[in-house]
């Protein structure tokens, strides 16, 4: 019913920026939180940034004031603008959004992109 991609990643030396987009598509569904999470080799997926439907943002601690997040409603978009990069960065980052059916009856659902590789190094 829903499906996400997202593109942006790629090879930046230390200190560049990138930015990550990711669309969704399909029908009869809205959006509510979406955000984009990454996980680097031998660790666990961890959460980078959250907005709501609202505008409000979550931020993972090493990230904030380097990495914003945003949306654009009508277009069922939501972009990482990456800043200040440093090598621990490197990871696969996957872009998450939560949904709402509105068929009846409404139901909720998680979807998941299927990754890009971010990749910071000299």
């Known amino acids: 019913q829903v499906q996400l991609v997202e593109s942006g990643g790629g090879l930046v030396q230390p200190g560049g920026s990138l930015r990550l987009s990711c669309a969704a598509s399909g029908s009869m569904f809205s959006i509510n939180t979406m955000g984009w999470y990454r996980q680097a080799p031998g660790k666990q997926r961890e959460l980078v940034a959250t907005?709501?439907?609202?505008?409000?943002?979550n931020y993972k601690e090493s990230v904030a004031g380097r990495f914003t997040i945003s949306r654009d409603n009508a277009k069922n978009t939501v972009n990482l603008q990456m800043n200040s990069l440093k090598p621990e960065d490197t990871a696969i980052y996957y872009c998450?959004?939560?949904?709402?059916?509105?068929?009846?009856?409404?139901?909720?659902?998680?979807?998941w992109g299927q990754g890009t590789q971010v990749t910071v190094s000299s």
């Open positions: 907005i709501t439907g609202g505008g409000i943002t």
């Open positions: 998450y959004c939560n949904t709402r059916r509105t068929l009846l009856p409404p139901t909720w659902n998680d979807y």
